[in-house]
């Protein structure tokens, strides 16, 4: 396992940020939106250690609502636990990677058949936006756009198949990528490719062709995995991911 070396604590005060529909939410889900975001941009790196102490003391909250958002990210698979010793982030490992593209694959795939006969006109043009999202390679605010786009995008194919259940299990493993695909960002430019591909996907979407568009979903991923693992093999500096 590769655990790379603890950063200083940063003080950084939760703030009161407001959900969808007005709600102001608890200390319990400012800490868990904050630290689940920090985990899937790698800002928490893989493999560093947490205590309730800790990052009670970076929040200025008592340990109670710390406690209750690591369980939350623990089911979620982001951090694991050892008794005694405190939490740590989850490290990520190429079998991880492989398992979820794997899964990923199937389920886009399908999303694809799916969606090429029920995507409307509008819902397309929308793709072709985001489709044009790219980053500054090393500026974390436009990464971070990237990224979110990236997600939507997908998220936008699954979401026009219809089938809420694929929906919902789509996103669930775009999430659980999502810190891959953080890495890859940085360590490569991934604009070009990711640019074509997804408009590639589109004007397949256009042409209402299941097969087509299952096929392109397959080839899409496969060229984002072998980028990956190329990306991750090669570097020598980032300590963040294990055989």
Known sequence: MAVSQSKPARKAKVGSPVENGGRQASLTEQVYLRLRDEILTCELEPGRELSEAELAARFEVSKTPVREALATLRLEGLIRTFPRRGYQVLPVTFGDMNDLFDVRTVLEAGAAEFACV?????????????????????????????????????????KASGNDRLFQLVLRHITE??????????????????????????????????????????????????????????????????I
Not at 118 to 141: T, W
Not at 149 to 154: E, L, P, S, T
């Open 118 to 158: 029920r995507i409307s006109d509008e819902e397309l043009d929308q793709l072709e936006r985001m489709a044009d999202v790219v980053y500054h390679r090393g500026e974390q605010p436009s990464t971070k756009r990237f990224i979110e786009a990236n997600r939507d995008f997908h998220a936008a194919i699954a």
């Open 177 to 242: 990528l999502e810190r891959f695909f953080y890495l890859g960002a940085r360590l490569r430019d991934v604009n070009t490719e990711t640019k074509s591909d997804h408009h590639e996907i589109v004007d397949v979407l256009r042409r209402r062709d299941p097969a087509a568009a299952r096929a392109i979903m397959i080839r899409h991923n496969e060229i984002t995995r072998r980028g990956l693992f190329a990306a991750l093999t090669s570097s020598r500096s980032h300590g963040l991911i294990s």
